[in-house]
């Protein structure tokens, strides 16, 4: 098993299968996008499936998928039939757009293994939706939310707090979990943007976001959650959904921590701060055996920092945290 020198086992594995995205968000990237990777220095299918057998064999039982925007990559959906195969892993969710999914629903469907889909929507209005993405995408990301409520799959909104733009849509995001058995995410804004951090007037962190919840509504149920959980969750009492709200600048909740990440180009991160420990794609190409990368990963979990701010200290490029989103992995 993969334990880190604070007792945390890693059962976590999050993974990005390309840093391509057919959205320009605000909070993700300039509005000329930033300079993707070269395709050669993109990791083939084959060594992602390589590097997810492995950490299943070290105790990993849950993969999540993300981008940029995972479908944007061709034969994604085949790659998650592979994935559906492996044994020992337990539970596949998919963070997406929206954009671009819904033609392949009935096949996920049938995937056993896809537990939930985190469906990334800033703003309830067409006009703000388009003032956050840089495009005219919302009828279509609306349309995916209630197919994905149909078809029966666990879904949760993604929403990126941003100020002065979206913070005055937190109840009605709300009322959606009424009468829709949905979970609602209120992310804190990270400074992952391509630029750096932006400097606001407000800073909507998770007590004033909490604080604004309460203003409007009295029945507010506090649920209990796992310790590992990324998201303070609660609902409205009556409600058929929940929410949450997860914060993901101010970084309370990294004492449970039991996730890694993998970029797209190989880049293997302890954590979202941390500028990347290790490339792994040269060691696939010189054809590392399951046992040479496990050995590998032994040595480098001892390094996982005990927190956001530990590990944005120990940056090697710079203190200022200015990457895209896209490019880590969303």
């Known amino acids: 098993m993969l334990v880190d020198k604070f007792g945390r ?3 976590y594995l999050r993974l990005a299968v390309t840093d391509r995205c057919n959205l320009r968000c605000t909070y993700c990237m300039p509005a000329e996008g930033i ?3 070269k395709r050669k220095d993109i990791l083939t299918y ?4 390589f590097l997810v057998e492995c950490f299943v064999e070290l105790g990993v039982t849950k993969l999540r998928l993300t981008g940029g925007e995972p479908f944007v990559r061709k034969d994604f959906v085949q790659f998650l039939v592979k994935l559906n195969a492996i044994n020992g892993l337990e ?3 998919i963070t997406t757009n929206g954009t671009l999914i819904a033609k392949h629903l009935d096949k996920l469907k049938s995937l056993k293994k896809i537990n939930a889909i985190n469906l990334s929507i800033d703003s309830l209005n067409k006009e703000k939706f388009s003032q956050i993405t840089r495009r005219d995408s919302f009828e279509t990301v609306f349309e995916t939310l209630n197919l994905l409520l149909e078809k029966g799959f666990k879904t949760k909104l993604n929403v990126v707090m941003i100020p002065n733009v979206n913070t ?4 009605d ?4 979990t009424k009468e829709k058995n949905i979970a609602v995410r209120f992310i804190e804004e990270m400074p992952f943007n391509g630029v750096g951090k932006r400097k606001e007037a407000e800073v909507w962190d998770k007590t004033k976001i909490y604080s604004e919840i309460k203003n409007n509504y009295t029945s507010i149920i506090a649920l209990k959650s796992e310790k590992s959980s990324t998201s303070n969750n609660y609902k409205i009492e009556n409600y058929k959904g929940i929410f949450g709200i997860i914060p993901a600048y101010t970084r309370t909740i990294c004492g449970g921590c039991n996730r890694i990440r993998i970029t797209a180009k190989g880049q293997f991160k302890l954590c ?3 500028d990347g420990i290790l490339n792994l794609r040269p060691f696939l190409r010189q054809n590392a055996s399951k046992e040479d990368l496990k050995l590998l990963f032994y040595k480098l979990i001892d390094n996982k920092p005990k927190n956001g701010f530990e590990a944005e200290k120990q940056r090697k490029k710079t203190i200022e945290v200015s990457e895209s989103m896209s490019t880590i992995g969303g």
């Open 9 to 11: 086992q890693i059962t």
């Open 35 to 37: 300079v993707y990777e």
């Open 46 to 49: 084959e060594e992602m499936l």
């Open 91 to 93: 539970e596949i969710n």
């Open 168 to 171: 005055n849509e937190i109840k």
């Open 173 to 176: 995001f709300i009322e959606l």
């Open 272 to 274: 979202l701060f941390d």
